[in-house]
């Protein structure tokens, strides 16, 4: 066991329960557990945003993918970056002036219906929980490599602590510990960035140079097909990350502990130029990773290549550096794990239990018992599941659940505030369409079939080429919510007008 990385453990996990701790005493309403109150400044919810969406597939797949693909794995830098244009300009500011609490409350506002409200949750903790495999088995890789844990005992603990985090301190808590975790990321990152770009004399035409014999692929480790071989499979990724964001019930949920729809305008704003100088840094850890950790000890110490980044820091600046940037990895990971944890739980207590179950009779304190036991069980499922893919990359993993954001909920978000005759029938069409053809898709793919057994998760011939479902699954999502809205009777016109206005000046006619 490394005695410094188990303290520096220690330490971010004693930090982030004194947050949960002052935090619990402010959270005794619905309105402080789902949104913080809305008390958010631009600044810092575009800090939470970042250290929401900055995650272990991030920190740890990404520069995995690149060291062991090269530039195939840029893909995911670039992808998640150009989400956030999407999110800017169509999305933010019609979700907080609509919303409430969740992204059903958006398309409710609309669609005053149960099964809108409760397709909208099911994407919401379907989708919540395959992005929490991803941080669990990124977790798990990274406890058991430093701290000698076997994976399971280290997926427990990341396991617990999330719950604790979120049945405690709710929203208030999260975005906080979102907050600590993004000025460290960023600071870890700089830093093994400055050391990796030292190595090449502070030249990043050296770098690139250099990359052409450094690893097995030699010159081609710089040219796109290393991993997706079919033009159309990285089509397929792309668009997923593109456009998943904008779907990603975790991310939209963080409008709604701003104030006001500027507000949230101005938080992605900050998000972004942190979310772009992070990802530029990616290039250095991957390419660092791939010249002076090898491509063997990457794949020896996990064979999806996630624990790179930390290799990397232990080449380059010992065991101490060692252990703080995979301290910093563990914070990744909490951090967004209890983003996905409560906006699951939301989804779960306020629209399935308040507004379906309760016709929305449910007490304040009710509602907070149900968010809490939510919590949970999506804690127990996600920890489940992730148990049996340990072998897979988080880049992946986190990918399919861009696609699914992207097929099921995107299409439903943007006909809903442009598009007047959309109806009822179409939002659940739409919405179903999507979730069914990504789940289908996924489990059909070559990520979980493959003849030869131990790269895939079951042995056997994938029906389905791609890897991503996106580039299918994302237009059946939309062809869904088409077809089912001109096929049944069209909507109140007046209500959509009235939705015009609110949605772009937060003006109730």
């Known amino acids: ?48 945003i970042a250290g929401d969406y900055m995650s ?75 992005y929490m495999i991803a941080q669990l088995v990124g977790a798990g890789s990274l406890i058991k490599l430093l701290l000698g844990l076997d994976y399971t005992t280290s997926v427990l603990i990341v396991g617990a602590l999330m719950t604790v985090y979120v049945v405690f301190g709710g929203m208030r808590a999260t975005s906080w510990v979102q907050i600590v975790k993004a000025v460290l990321l960023m600071g870890g990152t700089f830093i093994l960035s400055l050391i990796v770009l030292a190595k090449f004399h502070f030249s990043v035409t050296e770098m690139f140079t250099q990359m052409q014999t450094a690893t097995p692929l030699k010159d081609s480790f710089l040219n796109p097909g290393n991993k997706y071989k079919v033009p159309l499979d990285t089509l397929s990724l792309n668009l997923a990350l593109v456009l998943g964001t904008a779907g990603l019930p975790h991310i939209l949920i963080r409008f709604f502990t701003v104030k006001d729809a500027p507000t949230a305008r101005s938080s992605v704003v900050h998000a972004t130029w942190l979310i772009g100088i992070f990802y530029v840094m990616t290039i250095f850890l991957g390419f660092g990773a791939a010249a002076f950790v090898g491509y063997d000890s990457i794949v020896a110490a996990d064979k999806g290549g996630n624990m ?44 399935f239990y308040t507004h379906i179950v309760r016709r929305g009779q ?18 127990v499922i996600s920890i489940l599941l992730s148990l049996f893919a340990q072998k897979l990359n988080v880049a992946f993993l986190v990918s399919v659940a861009f696609a699914i954001a992207a097929s099921a909920n995107l299409p439903v978000i943007l006909f809903t505030i442009f598009w007047k005759r959309f109806n009822t029938t179409g939002a659940v069409a739409g919405m179903l369409t999507g979730l069914i053809s990504a789940l289908i898709l996924v489990a059909i793919s070559p990520s979980v079939w493959n003849p030869e057994a131990g790269k895939a998760i079951l042995v056997g011939v994938a029906w389905f080429p791609y890897v991503n479902p ?40």
């Open 362 to 379: 449910a007490r304040e304190q009710e509602q907070m018992k149900v968010a809490r036991w939510a919590s949970v069980g999506v804690a």
């Open 470 to 509: 996106g580039i299918i699954s994302i237009p059946l999502g939309f062809i869904g919510a088409i077809v089912g809205t001109w096929l049944s009777r069209p909507s109140d016109a007046a209500k959509f007008d009235e939705i015009v206005v609110k949605a772009h000046t937060g003006i109730n006619r």
């Open 56 to 130: 272990a597939a991030s920190f740890l797949g990404i520069a995995g993918t690149i060291a062991l693909s090269g530039f195939d794995g840029f893909f995911y830098s670039i992808g998640f970056l150009v989400a956030y244009l999407v999110v800017l300009y169509l999305v933010a500011e019609p979700l907080r002036n609509l919303g409430k609490y969740t992204v059903a409350d958006m398309i409710a506002a609309r669609f005053d219906d149960k099964k809108v409200r409760g397709m909208a949750a099911l994407n919401t903790v379907t989708i919540s929980i395959f």
């Open 308 to 351: 790179a980044a930390p290799l990397l820091a232990k080449a380059l600046g010992g065991d101490f550096f060692f252990a703080f940037i995979s301290a910093v990895a563990f914070a990744t990971i909490l951090a967004v794990v209890t983003g996905l944890v409560l906006s699951a739980a939301s989804a779960f207590a306020h629209d």
């Open 1 to 48: 066991m490394n005695t410094t990385a188990f303290i520096l453990f220690l330490a971010i996990v004693a930090m982030t329960l004194v947050i949960t701790y002052y935090a619990a005493k402010k959270t005794n309403s619905t309105n402080e557990f789902y949104t913080a109150g809305g008390g958010l400044t631009g600044w810092q919810n575009g800090l939470a």
